[in-house]
């Protein structure tokens, strides 16, 4: 992978809903270019440290209906190659940020 640009073009918390338990946890997602870095919590920025990432190149944005989660403002970040992400703005200002703009 390249290497990451120094200063992050976007960044917001969202909720993401986790893989095996299914619950809505709090994550700092971080931009940086193509590439969406998460993490536990605001407190923690650097890109060693990261939760997860989501390769934004290829991935496909979508809004989620709310009845599908019983929540507002959810997309789903879909890829044809990498796992799919399950995000809520809990707040309808997060609307700006780069990765949500296409789906809202």
């Known amino acids: 992978m390249k290497r990451l640009e120094t200063v992050p073009s976007k960044r917001g918390v969202l909720l993401k809903l986790g893989g095996g338990w299914k619950a809505w946890k709090p994550r700092l997602f971080v931009l940086h270019d193509q590439v969406v870095l998460y993490y536990e919590s605001e407190a923690e ?7 997860g990432m989501i390769f934004m190149d290829g ?13 507002d403002l959810c997309m789903e970040i879909t890829h044809p190659e990498r796992r ?6 809990h707040n309808v200002n997060l ?4 990765i949500l703009k296409f789906a809202f």
Not at 59 to 71: F, M, N, P, T, V
Not at 84 to 89: E, G, I, P
């Open 95 to 98: 609307r700006n940020l780069s």
């Open 84 to 89: 799919s992400f399950v995000l809520q703005a």
């Open 59 to 71: 991935a496909a944005i979508h809004r989620l209906d709310a009845s599908k989660h019983g929540k």
């Open 45 to 51: 920025t650097d890109p060693t440290k990261a939760k």
